[in-house]
């Protein structure tokens, strides 16, 4: 989430925040001492500290990053949990990071359980468990560091994954999700640690998706004693088949096509090069095993990702004609459904990434079907500006609905 922040301005912070030794956390039990069994998903498999941040720090990354000013009252223990999911009926070791505020370590109660779905990064080092990343650092910041616990999958194939990837695939998204929230809740049970059952869902572009197929999966099958209290997608990608694959054709986003089709292939047991071109067939699961940098991938692929795909593929793609790779794009669309929770939808006019569209269908889509659902125009911003705006006005919302008892 929101790469552009300066590393000198990160390093300025955390050094200086450093120094702050009277704002250290709480004593509590080290995580590594516990021990845990089973292998049900949801299971926890490891706990391990990555990084603990007190409130002066978590302020400075605030303010680097985000154009407005952004409350924050605690500092946070970031934890990287192993647990066990499962997805096509297989388990499935997955990891993500649990973000723990200060004041919990103390015995009291957070604001809420938090969840942030990561936005498009095949770079395992890069998933929010990562020790560092700022995946895992602004959220923690924004959400940790205003009261919530944090919780942030890395999903299937990232942070310690090794499963296959499953990138815009709803099933193995809700299920990373999921139990990811037991597993975490089982962890502030060993911890001694209160968690709340109020969750609150948010995420960008790729985490856009998956906001919306972890309210619909947790609202259709609840996990026991939990409530999805408000949900906020940010450019998120709905409408695979009808509009989020055709932008991508006409902005050029080779990465996010080629990136599906691998993930599909692998999800759906089918040949990539029934889909794929020779050229690119063999070098795509290479690509994106999870150990190559964004632009080291991104510089192997076309510039057209019309000359990735078959030529008889691509016709089948414009012309919405079935086979695997556009049935599988059917089967994972998030538009269809009615949240039963607020579910706000926000946006960027200039957004060449995802396009403004996949926002507004959702919502005319949902409403139809009496959904809980709001569209939040940002204004004329593009992809990453628009998570910019988005994310202090969401922590805010957040703030309001966990401060209104009976909501």
Known sequence: MLRKLSYVLLAL???????????????????????????TPGSVITVERVGGHNRLVL???????LPVRTPVTDGAELLRIRYWSEVGGQPVEASGLMAVPYRTLGGAASRGTAMYLHGTSPDRTASPSAPGDQEGLLPAALFAGGGYVLLAPDYFGLGQSHAAPAYIHAPATAAAARDLVIAARQVAGA?????????????????????????RDLEAQPIPGM??????????????????????????HSLYLSYIAISYAAQYHQPLGTV????????????FDGNHKVDAISAALPADPRDLFRPEAFAAIEA????????????????????????????????????????????????????????????????????????????????????????
């Open 227 to 252: 409530t999805v209290k408000a949900a906020a997608a940010i450019s998120g990608a709905f409408d695979l088949a009808g509009v989020s694959v055709p932008y991508a054709f006409q902005h050029k």
């Open 191 to 215: 911890l001694h640690l209160p968690f709340s059952p109020d969750l609150y869902l948010t995420g960008f572009s790729q985490g856009g998706h998956a906001t919306a197929v972890v309210q």
């Open 320 to 407: 919405h004609q079935s086979n695997w790779f556009t049935d599988g794009l059917a089967a994972n669309e998030a538009f269809r459904w009615a949240p039963k929770a607020p579910l706000r939808l926000y946006y960027g006019d200039k957004d060449t990434d995802v396009s403004p569209q996949d926002s507004k269908h959702f919502a005319a889509e949902s409403a139809k079907l009496g959904g809980n659902i709001h569209l939040m125009p940002q204004g004329p911003y593009d992809h990453v500006g628009t998570a910019l705006q988005a994310v202090p006005r969401i922590r805010v919302w957040f703030d309001q609905i966990s401060a209104s008892p009976g909501i």
């Open 13 to 39: 912070v955390i050094l200086a925040g450093a120094a702050a030794w009277m704002l250290s956390p709480p004593h509590y039990t080290d995580p590594a001492s516990l021990h845990f069994s089973g292998k």
């Open 276 to 287: 794929i071109a020779d050229r690119y067939a063999g070098m795509l699961p290479g690509l």
């Open 59 to 65: 302020t400075g990354l605030l303010m680097a990053a």
